[in-house]
């Protein structure tokens, strides 16, 4: 099968990829009780972490051997499945997103536990079901536990593929949903549904923040910046409140960051409110709930461009760039 590999990621994992025709088809487990699929993909999507594990260098190959295929979230058929599945069928279309692994979803076929997928509805293209999996689910997991209809929730960075679906979610909640955004991408927030926008590009986050009082019930934080938000967030986030970080940089200074945050007291740079590092996880039913509000049309994916296989390098240094309104996402097969 066509895969895309990469060995090693010096100076960025778009430099280094190779698209290899003869990569050995995955195989599903022989184990019994385990419950997997052989999925021919028909397209997938990127996400920042689909680069920034496999940039981590060595940390990141002592997790993922080597050559290894980058990719997470995916939409396909389901062309074979181990004895004990009885949820799904073969031709079946399915999505989701798998954990980070040597054979990922930028590859023809993919082995998926059925744990990690979810049928098609009707109504729900092969592109939007695609671009579901990571962003839906972190944006879904980050915001539905922590709130009730009427909470007010603040979400940084409400521009991007877990933005864009946060801010639907939220609204689909029953909350009042605040975001910051670069004034380019104001209009699109708006229009999924945000109540104000704060333009990080002109404004002080945290002392606009400030300035609203003790009103948010949550904060998700899927940008990492500015360094001083979830400290000024004593301000800004009710007693009770939680403060999730989803995104930011993945190196040893924010690793120092997040233990501070969450060990250290407020006078020694902690901070009081709640503090939790977002950890994607499998949830079939929260995929089957995303993918029906999809269909229904009661949110719906934004999707900035779409690639073919071949311009997977071009996918990445886009991606990069962290300027994408939504998702990118990558045609893999028909």
Same mark, same amino acid.
């Given at each position: 099968?066509?895969a895309?590999?990469?060995?090693?990621?010096?100076?960025? /994992?778009?430099? @280094?990829?190779?698209?290899? =025709?003869a +990569?050995p *088809?995955?195989?599903? &487990?022989?184990?019994? #009780?385990?419950?997997?699929?052989?999925?021919?993909?028909?397209?997938?999507?990127?996400?920042?972490a689909d680069?920034?594990?496999p940039?981590?260098?060595?940390?990141a190959?002592a997790?993922?051997?080597t050559?290894?295929?980058?990719?997470?979230?995916?939409?396909?058929?389901v062309?074979?499945?181990?004895?004990?599945?009885?949820d799904?069928?073969?031709?079946?279309?399915?999505f989701?997103?798998?954990?980070?692994?040597?054979?990922?979803?930028?590859?023809?076929?993919?082995?998926?536990?059925?744990k990690?997928?979810?049928?098609?509805?009707?109504g729900?293209?092969?592109?939007?079901?695609?671009?579901?999996?990571?962003?839906?689910?972190?944006?879904?997991?980050g /915001?539905?536990? @922590?709130?009730?209809?009427? =909470?007010? +929730?603040? *979400?940084?960075?409400? &521009?991007?593929?877990? #933005?864009?679906?946060?801010?639907?979610?939220?609204?689909?909640?029953?909350?009042?949903?605040?975001?910051?955004c670069?004034?380019?991408?104001?209009?699109l927030?708006?229009?999924?549904?945000?109540?104000?926008v704060?333009d990080?590009?002109?404004?002080?986050?945290?002392q606009?923040?400030?300035?609203?009082?003790?009103?948010?019930?949550?904060?998700?934080d899927?940008?990492?910046?500015?360094?001083?938000?979830?400290?000024?967030?004593?301000?800004?986030?009710l007693p009770?409140?939680?403060?999730?970080?989803?995104?930011g940089?993945?190196?040893?200074?924010?690793?120092?960051?997040?233990?501070?945050?969450?060990?250290?007291?407020s006078?020694?740079?902690?901070?009081?409110?709640?503090?939790?590092?977002?950890n994607?996880?499998?949830g079939?039913?929260?995929?089957?709930q995303?993918?029906?509000?999809?269909?229904e049309?009661?949110?719906?994916?934004?999707i900035?461009?779409?690639?073919?296989?071949?311009?997977?390098?071009?996918?990445?240094?886009?991606?990069?760039k962290?300027?994408?309104?939504?998702?990118?996402?990558?045609?893999?097969?028909?």
């Amino acid at each position: 099968m066509k895969a895309w590999q990469y060995s090693a990621t010096t100076g960025g /994992i778009e430099k @280094n990829i190779v698209l290899n =025709d003869a +990569v050995p *088809l995955p195989t599903v &487990s022989s184990r019994l #009780g385990d419950a997997e699929l052989l999925i021919r993909v028909l397209a997938a999507s990127l996400n920042p972490a689909d680069y920034k594990g496999p940039e981590l260098g060595f940390i990141a190959r002592a997790v993922i051997r080597t050559p290894a295929t980058p990719g997470m979230d995916f939409c396909g058929r389901v062309v074979q499945a181990t004895r004990t599945v009885d949820d799904f069928g073969i031709g079946d279309l399915v999505f989701g997103r798998i954990d980070a692994q040597q054979h990922g979803t930028m590859a023809e076929y993919i082995v998926a536990p059925t744990k990690a997928c979810a049928p098609v509805p009707e109504g729900l293209s092969v592109d939007d079901a695609a671009a579901l999996g990571v962003a839906g689910m972190t944006a879904y997991h980050g /915001i539905a536990p @922590n709130v009730k209809p009427g =909470d007010k +929730v603040f *979400l940084n960075g409400g &521009s991007g593929g877990t #933005g864009t679906m946060g801010i639907q979610i939220a609204k689909a909640l029953g909350c009042h949903v605040t975001v910051t955004c670069s004034p380019g991408k104001a209009d699109l927030c708006r229009s999924l549904g945000a109540d104000e926008v704060i333009d990080y590009t002109s404004t002080d986050v945290s002392q606009a923040l400030k300035a609203k009082g003790q009103v948010f019930s949550l904060v998700v934080d899927n940008v990492g910046t500015p360094d001083d938000l979830y400290k000024a967030a004593d301000d800004f986030l009710l007693p009770n409140g939680k403060f999730v970080q989803v995104g930011g940089p993945l190196n040893l200074n924010a690793a120092k960051m997040v233990t501070s945050r969450m060990m250290l007291p407020s006078f020694l740079g902690g901070g009081k409110s709640k503090y939790e590092v977002y950890n994607v996880r499998h949830g079939p039913a929260d995929l089957r709930q995303l993918g029906r509000w999809v269909a229904e049309k009661k949110i719906k994916v934004v999707i900035e461009e779409t690639f073919g296989l071949e311009d997977l390098p071009r996918a990445f240094e886009k991606l990069k760039k962290g300027r994408n309104a939504g998702k990118l996402v990558v045609h893999v097969g028909e």
